[in-house]
């Protein structure tokens, strides 16, 4: 499923900020997404729909709330409740694989360093 861009979002030019906040070329962040320049081009400028999965990833490299830039949580959010309901799902597949990753670096020889 991909963001439905619709005129109050602005939803590539803020992810051109967010990226610029972390000083980030696109060249950069295109290559930690695992995409084409172009492609980031394209959904900076609105020209491209944006997968709910690129959107997610650019969310944790970027540091911001995938909730809070698309307004879900204040009720303004233009998308439909059917939208919101997959952008949760893969939000949470995301972050459940980020903390199987994590978790799997953190085993080492057959023990597990947690803190405590």
């Known amino acids: 499923m991909c963001l439905r861009e619709t005129d109050d979002m602005n ?10 906040k972390k000083e980030l070329t696109q060249e950069k962040a295109a290559e930690l997404l695992g995409i084409s320049r172009s492609s980031l081009s394209m959904y900076e400028n609105d020209k491209k729909k ?4 690129v959107f997610i990833k650019m969310a944790y490299l970027y540091e911001f709330d995938v909730f809070e830039i ?7 959010s233009p998308l439909t409740d059917e939208e919101i309901n997959e952008l949760i799902k893969q939000h949470e597949w995301y972050w459940a694989k980020k903390r199987e990753r994590i978790m799997n670096e953190l ?3 057959e023990v597990i360093y947690l803190d405590q």
């Open 11 to 20: 939803i590539g030019y803020k992810l051109a900020m967010e990226r610029r």
């Open 50 to 53: 944006l997968p709910f999965s």
């Open 70 to 76: 698309l307004r879900v949580n204040d009720g303004d």
């Open 107 to 109: 085993i080492v020889d």
